[in-house]
């Protein structure tokens, strides 16, 4: 073999090692881009999440760690004095931040299941073919987007005891016209469970709708095929199908409800006797009226371990029952 020969070959076997070099620093760059791609979409999120939730979780963890007064220069340090207030019994911060968690408890078992069953059935229903279906669609989610306050506003005039439109027009018809629907027990909790079912029942509705639509017609045609009737249908065919729509919506209801405010706040304000004082009412009063903030980030974060165990148990719940299923 010539030398001219020899150096041509040598020339090649170099080209193709360099660029088996460059297609590996490709390769290696393509991969490291496609492990990046993810976190960039993300970016913008988790800068939202950890500058406005993350660092502000945080900031007050360390506010209930103090006897903090946003007015006083001095902010002692107490360490876990303030949480332990909250489980001394007959303590003068336990016993009505308690009492606040029991109605906020008990709005919540009140509310919950009507927030989750009616807006199934009105979603099954706008889900039928009808004239004006889209217009009855649009009417049964547009309370939703009022603030809280319009709606708290609308029923303290519409319940009102001596001056309420309702007491007005059941005296018209021969009923009793003077029913305490914000100022005594238990109609203060009737008017707050209806005034928020009404208000919130559109958001669940179109949650359930979006599930409906997305079910599979040809199950339905099948079953009916087979001979099961319209309760055999719903209990087989829509329930499962709505499964993951169903866990959603309880446990939104759930934390919604946990965390009412405005509703009782402006309509009832706490009446009768701070029996529908919630917790979060209780928290704001406690922060911002009376400048406790340290117990009342106290209030909060123990407020937050009860959700967050609610959430965890309703999962697990939900869980168990597909596994017991399968």
């Given at each position: 073999?010539?030398?001219?020969?020899?150096?041509?070959?040598?020339?090649?076997?170099?080209?193709?090692?360099?660029?088996?070099?460059?297609?590996?620093?490709?390769?290696?760059?393509?991969?490291g881009?496609?492990?990046?791609?993810?976190?960039?979409?993300m970016?913008?999120?988790?800068?939202?999440?950890?500058?406005?939730?993350?660092?502000?979780?945080?900031?007050?963890?360390?506010?209930?760690?103090?006897?903090?007064?946003?007015?006083?220069?001095?902010?002692?340090?107490?360490?876990?004095?303030?949480?332990?207030?909250?489980?001394?019994?007959?303590?003068?911060?336990a016993?009505?931040f308690?009492?606040?968690?029991?109605?906020?408890?008990?709005?919540?078992?009140?509310?919950?299941?009507?927030?989750?069953?009616?807006?199934?059935?009105?979603?099954?229903?706008?889900?039928?073919?009808?004239?004006?279906?889209?217009?009855?669609?649009a009417?049964?989610f547009?309370?939703?987007?009022?603030?809280?306050?319009?709606?708290?506003?609308?029923?303290?005039?519409?319940?009102?005891?001596?001056?309420?439109?309702?007491?007005?027009?059941?005296?018209?018809?021969?009923?009793?016209?003077?029913?305490?629907?914000?100022?005594?027990?238990?109609?203060?909790?009737?008017?707050?469970?209806?005034?928020?079912?009404?208000?919130?029942?559109?958001?669940?509705?179109?949650?359930?709708?979006?599930?409906?639509?997305?079910?599979?017609?040809?199950?339905?045609?099948?079953?009916?095929?087979?001979?099961?009737?319209?309760?055999?249908?719903?209990?087989?065919?829509?329930?499962?199908?709505?499964?993951?729509?169903?866990?959603?919506?309880?446990?939104?209801?759930?934390?919604?409800?946990?965390?009412?405010?405005?509703?009782?706040?402006?309509?009832?304000?706490?009446?009768?006797?701070e029996?529908?004082?919630?917790?979060?009412?209780?928290?704001?009063?406690?922060?911002?009226?009376?400048?406790?903030?340290?117990?009342?980030a106290?209030?909060?974060?123990?407020?937050?371990?009860?959700?967050?165990?609610?959430?965890?148990?309703?999962?697990?719940?939900?869980?168990?029952?597909?596994?017991?299923?399968?």
């Amino acid at each position: 073999m010539s030398a001219g020969a020899v150096g041509r070959s040598r020339a090649r076997g170099g080209s193709r090692a360099a660029g088996g070099k460059v297609s590996a620093r490709t390769k290696a760059g393509t991969l490291g881009q496609g492990r990046m791609t993810p976190w960039l979409f993300m970016a913008p999120y988790l800068l939202l999440f950890t500058v406005f939730v993350a660092i502000l979780a945080i900031y007050g963890l360390w506010i209930s760690l103090h006897n903090w007064d946003q007015f006083l220069d001095a902010k002692p340090w107490v360490g876990l004095q303030n949480y332990l207030d909250l489980f001394d019994p007959g303590g003068a911060k336990a016993t009505p931040f308690w009492q606040a968690m029991f109605a906020t408890g008990l709005f919540t078992l009140l509310s919950v299941p009507l927030l989750v069953v009616v807006p199934l059935f009105v979603a099954m229903l706008l889900n039928r073919k009808f004239p004006g279906r889209t217009f009855f669609r649009a009417v049964v989610f547009a309370p939703y987007v009022l603030g809280v306050v319009v709606v708290g506003l609308l029923f303290r005039f519409i319940l009102d005891p001596s001056i309420g439109v309702l007491n007005y027009l059941l005296g018209q018809v021969g009923l009793a016209a003077d029913t305490p629907w914000t100022t005594a027990e238990p109609w203060v909790w009737v008017s707050l469970v209806l005034m928020t079912l009404w208000w919130t029942l559109g958001f669940n509705a179109i949650i359930y709708l979006a599930g409906l639509q997305d079910i599979n017609r040809e199950l339905y045609d099948a079953a009916a095929m087979d001979g099961a009737k319209r309760w055999h249908r719903f209990r087989h065919v829509t329930m499962p199908g709505l499964k993951p729509v169903f866990v959603f919506v309880v446990t939104v209801t759930i934390l919604a409800s946990a965390n009412v405010f405005g509703q009782a706040y402006i309509t009832t304000q706490g009446a009768p006797a701070e029996k529908t004082r919630t917790a979060i009412m209780f928290i704001a009063e406690e922060g911002f009226l009376d400048f406790h903030l340290g117990s009342a980030a106290a209030m909060s974060y123990v407020l937050a371990v009860f959700l967050m165990a609610l959430s965890a148990g309703v999962f697990f719940f939900f869980r168990e029952k597909e596994a017991d299923a399968r």
